[in-house]
């Protein structure tokens, strides 16, 4: 596609249910990072793709979040038994290339309730 | 690890005033730098990069220089408009070192008219 997609744009959750934010990265970029952006606070890295693997998982907050990647482009992020402080915005972005400048998607804004 | 220091915000200056952001980075081997910017109610976007010392990024009207010897890529800007308001973001991409994305924590800016 043009721009890295990701859907829901908004996702409305009760705390205990599980969630799952897709991701749909540029055609062709081989390296996709999931990153989240709390009320007021910097970007905090979470999980890095390369291909289908994630060599990186080092961000990931607790063993309630999980992400796979499949065929190279679409990532999924999900966050089981979510919690009100999981309440953020997740942002999508992806490159060519590891190190490369990244392109970003609008975000999924998480509220969970 | 590759670390990202940049001005603490928020920022508030007058229209057509001059504008310098701070960054300073830690890394090992030879990074990409990037400014991005975040306006309100979007996500993230590109505005400049640098890939090696002394490479000057420029975009509409920013401007940023790669400092290899005081690890420095401070963006600057001759004179800011009320539509410059946004947050900014250092950023430094490392494919030889941490492959993540680094990120500051953002330097909010407000230009009044």
């Known amino acids: 596609g043009a721009g890295v997609s990701q859907s829901p744009s908004n996702k409305v959750t009760e705390k205990g249910k599980d969630v799952e934010l897709r991701c749909d990265p540029i055609?062709?970029?081989?390296?996709l990072y999931w990153y989240r952006q709390s009320l007021g606070q910097g970007l905090e890295f979470l999980i890095y793709?390369?291909?289908?693997?994630?060599?990186?998982k080092s961000g990931l907050p607790s063993d309630r979040f999980s992400a796979e990647r499949t065929g190279g482009s679409v990532s999924t992020l999900t966050i089981q038994r979510t919690q009100q402080e999981d309440s953020a915005v997740y942002l999508c972005?992806?490159?060519?290339?590891?190190?490369?400048?990244?392109?970003f998607g609008q975000g999924t804004r998480l509220t969970v309730v | 690890g590759d670390s990202v220091t940049q001005m603490e915000g928020p920022v508030t200056l007058s229209e057509e005033a001059f504008l310098t952001i701070n960054c300073t980075y830690t890394a090992t081997g030879y990074p990409s730098l990037f400014w991005y910017v975040q306006y309100p109610g979007e996500g993230l976007q590109l505005l400049l990069k640098?890939?090696?010392?002394?490479d000057k990024g420029s975009n509409k009207g920013f401007e940023a220089t790669y400092r290899k010897e005081t690890t420095s890529f401070h963006l600057e800007k001759g004179s800011v408009q009320v539509s410059d308001s946004a947050v900014y973001f250092c950023?430094?991409?490392?494919?030889?070192?941490?492959?993540?994305?680094?990120f500051g924590k953002g330097t909010k800016l407000s230009v009044i008219p």
């Open positions: 950023a430094l991409g490392n494919g030889a070192g941490s492959y993540q994305l680094t």
């Open positions: 055609s062709g970029h081989t390296a």
């Open positions: 793709f390369q291909g289908n693997s994630a060599p990186d």
């Open positions: 640098a890939t090696k010392a002394d």
């Open positions: 972005a992806s490159s060519l290339v590891t190190g490369a400048e990244a392109f």
